[in-house]
């Protein structure tokens, strides 16, 4: 069964495993939001029905004809990341645990922008140890734009991206940077024409039942979402997504894709001058549905 990590965290019996998930939790969007099915061993298989069995009518004493539809094996990967926290034993000594502590709490928030990141632009053809992003997924007519060399941000855009997503608005999100999410609030304000105070107050909060959620800067400080994606002749674009999460069904729509131990913390000991700690885990993404996720590319800044 698929589980949100926050569920994992609450039935974990471990402190420092809580802690880590939660830190992980409170930085990143799609931990937040996504659910994970756990997998044991590096690949999760599974059978994706592309059209249905045939339904027809049939006379007294016939039958139907042996039509179960066409049904394709696939596998997802997961790779392994995480790293190394080192605390100077005199810290330690004079600060204590709290001072190991904090700098494993930096390592895991890192963590999780790091798999934002790369839900976002993973691509095994560019690193062989990356899982598939959305962007290396999405093609074809589940990718949008505004023009041929790109323009602002419509509407009538945003709502055909989200037609394009299986299912009620409700059970979607929508995914941009902050520039992009104040151009759809200036948006939604001057379609409802100042109607209520609502309406011209703070940024909304969802579109059309679609909560919306902002990416932000990765660990390194550099933005996840920038205006830097080539589309036509403009160079400086950025997308936006509309995706469907999975609920706690394994295989359904968008989910995460976890190990068995989940999110591990081993602590080494001390190494020399300094305490180890690694802070490890296997992920990746799951897809299950041609139309769980789309995406709006060659959106400009201005």
């Known amino acids: 069964m698929a589980v949100s990590l926050l569920d994992f965290a609450n039935q974990s019996r471990s402190p420092m495993r809580r802690g880590i998930v939660q830190e992980i939790t409170n930085e990143s969007v799609f931990l937040k939001v996504l659910r994970f099915v756990p997998v044991d061993g590096f ?7 592309t059209t249905l069995g045939g339904i027809a009518f049939r006379g007294l004493n016939d039958g139907y004809a042996d ?77 949008l734009s505004p023009a041929a060399n790109g323009g602002p941000l419509t509407l009538d855009l945003l709502d055909q991206a989200l037609d394009q997503v299986a299912g009620s608005n ?30 011209v107050g703070p940024q909304v909060p969802e579109y059309d039942g679609a909560a919306i959620h902002v990416l932000d800067e990765d660990g390194d400080e550099a933005p996840i979402l920038a205006f830097d994606e080539a589309h036509g002749a403009s160079a400086s674009t950025t997308s936006l997504y509309v995706i469907r999460p999975g609920s706690e069904v394994d295989g359904e729509h968008v989910q995460g894709l976890i190990g068995s131990k989940m999110i591990e913390h081993v602590a080494v000991g001390l190494l020399g001058t300094f305490y180890s700690d690694l802070v490890e885990s296997a ?20």
């Open 170 to 199: 409700a059970r979607k999100i929508i995914v941009c940077n902050k520039t992009v999410r104040r151009q759809l609030s200036a948006l939604v304000r001057g379609a409802a024409g100042g109607a209520t105070v609502r309406d």
């Open 43 to 49: 690949a999760y298989t599974y059978n994706r029905q």
């Open 283 to 302: 992920m990746g993404l799951g897809m299950f549905h041609p139309r769980a996720a789309c995406r709006v590319k060659g959106i400009t800044e201005a």
């Open 67 to 143: 039509d179960t539809g066409v049904v394709n094996p696939q596998v997802e990967t997961l790779s392994i990341f995480g790293g190394e926290v080192r605390t100077d034993r005199q810290i330690v000594n004079k600060q204590g645990d709290a001072a190991r502590a904090n700098a494993i709490a930096a390592k895991v928030k890192k963590a999780g922008l790091f798999f934002d990141r790369y839900v976002i632009k993973g691509d095994p053809a560019a690193d062989p140890l990356q899982f598939y992003g959305l962007n290396a997924r999405l093609t074809g007519t589940q990718v």
